[in-house]
């Protein structure tokens, strides 16, 4: 059976999620191959969020498949609940004799049997063993799977869009890279990172923004960090820093409220060691 073809549409980003072109690139490409796209990079570089992206610009509905050590690709096509008829059966509730009552599809099988284009996830494909992405991508190939238990024939509709991403924790496969189409999320250079802030801060004020963007990139260049700070912990610090009314001639050498930014204890020493100073972060108490 082939697959509905639809009019090709590019991705330019969103109003909420900035790109550059070299993104635009790779998603576009992945959408005309019709094959997943494999994204890599640092935490806090929108991998998860570009997913949201491409189903807002195109008008899909997203599936999030997130990826843990235990699961299989079979998990993601359906999975039969017999715990569920087994108790059914023991206390009388339900139609144990109807088995497709306990078969439950999985994020994949909902792509495949969703009746428009969607956009599936499927997030932190490192985390499972070797075995997963070459499984993953032979579904994925087929675009159909019999459920065994009942004999039924799962075909797509159409082709998902697959968007997969990678934290780097194992090495995948080369047959798996090869029916990718990948792209790895640079951090956001300081020009770049200024836009994404005013996105979600309209309205503080420039010099808050320059000034706590410098700051944030100089602390991420600080040696022996076990954890940098990410895009979202400095959205998060904005928000901090106007709410406590802080203004740029508040915090000059030590930045104040440094737990949204450092999330591990020798981190905070670290950056104390490189101010001079002992102890908690002096600054960081709330001012109204």
Not at 200 to 227: G, N, T, W
């Amino acid at each position: 059976m082939s697959v509905i073809q639809e009019p090709f549409v590019r991705f330019t980003g969103t109003l909420t999620y900035l790109t550059n072109e070299s993104l635009e690139a790779a998603v576009n490409s992945a959408l005309a191959l019709e094959r997943p796209l494999l994204v890599k990079g640092e935490p806090g570089t929108g991998k998860t969020l570009l997913a949201e992206a491409v189903a807002a610009a195109l008008g899909m509905d997203l599936i999030f498949w997130g990826v843990k050590s235990t699961t299989r690709a079979q998990d993601g096509l359906y999975i039969y609940d017999t715990v569920q008829r087994l108790y059914d059966a023991r206390f009388g509730d339900g139609d144990v004799k109807n088995i497709r009552h306990y078969i439950k599809m999985g994020p994949l099988g909902r792509a495949f049997a969703h009746k428009e284009r969607c956009v599936i996830l499927i997030d932190e494909v490192d985390k499972a063993d070797l075995e997963f992405p070459n499984d993953l991508l032979h579904e994925l190939d087929r675009m159909r799977f019999i459920v065994n238990e009942t004999g039924d024939e799962v075909i797509a509709h159409q082709r998902p869009v697959v968007i997969i991403t990678s934290n780097n924790e194992k090495e995948l496969p080369d047959a798996f890279l090869r029916r990718c189409v990948f792209h790895f999320i640079d951090f956001p250079d300081q020009e770049l990172m200024r836009k994404i802030v005013k996105v979600h801060h309209p309205h503080v004020e420039d010099a808050l923004v320059d000034q706590a963007v410098v700051a944030f990139y100089e602390l991420r260049q600080l040696p022996r960090l076990r954890k940098r700070p990410s895009t979202s912990e400095l959205v998060d610090w904005i928000s901090v820093l106007k709410r406590a009314g802080l203004g740029t001639e508040r915090f000059v050498k030590e930045l104040p409220f440094l737990g949204v930014l450092l999330k591990k204890e020798q981190d905070i020493e670290t950056y104390n060691a490189s101010v001079g100073t002992t102890g908690s972060n002096k600054k960081g108490g709330w001012r109204p």
